[in-house]
């Protein structure tokens, strides 16, 4: 099996992105050591805290913040960082040559109930001429990403990453701690009859969402004339690696619960990282308006609806809002 270095050579990744992803993993493997010990460690439960989005963190998010900010201010490899956890973005060193975002710990509700979880990154080039204190240098659309990936903590702990050249599968050998090349180049099946979905909003969503699940939910004998099978494991990152893995469309629509904000997702920390990982494998990622990484960000923490996965039922759903 390929190690990591090697397999990025082979893609022709810059020598400093390289250096900036292997600083990125080892944060990841501590993060790793410390959510396999949380039990152990007292790292358990709540703060009495919330963030920037309002939600309760947990210890485990505290502390992988603090890691991975920490291993990434002093790399000299980042003029900034922003995180779902930090207030707004925090400079780096001045002439430091990316901006990473991150979640730090996707799913976090799952922590106590020792259900999937993972890290989100997505790395932009810095603006040449911007301040490292500004956040609006982060106000760039997913397209403009150079690497992004996500590092699920499961039964093995699995990156998963691109760079623009395919998405491909590592897995962390413990014998000598490092990533090791698994899988390259995968592909999402265009077709599918999987679906993930968060049905406790289902009477919030918009009446196109409503009727495409409803189809769905009516199976064989409904409209589309095949059963569907719904999962949800309340992290995407866990939602995702299965459509990765075996095709699927997971959907995190606009719905009216809290008019104020109708999205629950993350464009930065989430959205554009996920969609560059499911474009370079043959998938779709979408809002109802048009594609994610096109969009233009207003903010570090702006929101959006998702609709991603296989390409032909990512079309089909779409074809419910027009």
Known sequence: MQRLAPALRQDNVPLDLISLIKTILAATKEIS?????????????STLDENIQGEVQKKLDVVANELFKDILLESGFVRAISSEEEDSSVAGDPEGKFLVSFDPLDGSSNID?????GTIFSIHEAIPGMDAEDPAQFQQPGNKQVCAGYVLYGPSTMLVMTTGSGTHFYVLDRTHGGYLLVDRNVQVPKDTQEFAINMSNQRFW???MQNYINDLVAGETGPRGKNFNMRWIAAMVGDI??????????TYPADNKKPEQPYKLRLMYE??????????????????????????????????????????????CLSYYK
């Not at 690696?241 to 075996?246: D, E, I, K, M, S």
């Open 206 to 208: 918009q009446a196109p």
């Open 241 to 250: 690696h299965r459509v990765l893995t075996r095709g699927g469309i997971f």
């Open 113 to 117: 109930i020792n259900s999937l979880i």
């Open 33 to 45: 050591f410390r959510v396999s010990q949380a039990h152990l460690g007292g790292l358990m439960g």
């Open 271 to 316: 959205a554009n990282p996920m969609s560059f990982l499911i474009e370079q494998a043959g998938g779709a990622a979408m809002t109802s308006q048009g594609r994610i990484m096109d969009i233009q960000p207003e903010s570090i923490h702006q929101r959006v609806e998702v609709i991603m996965g296989s390409a032909n039922e990512v079309e089909t």
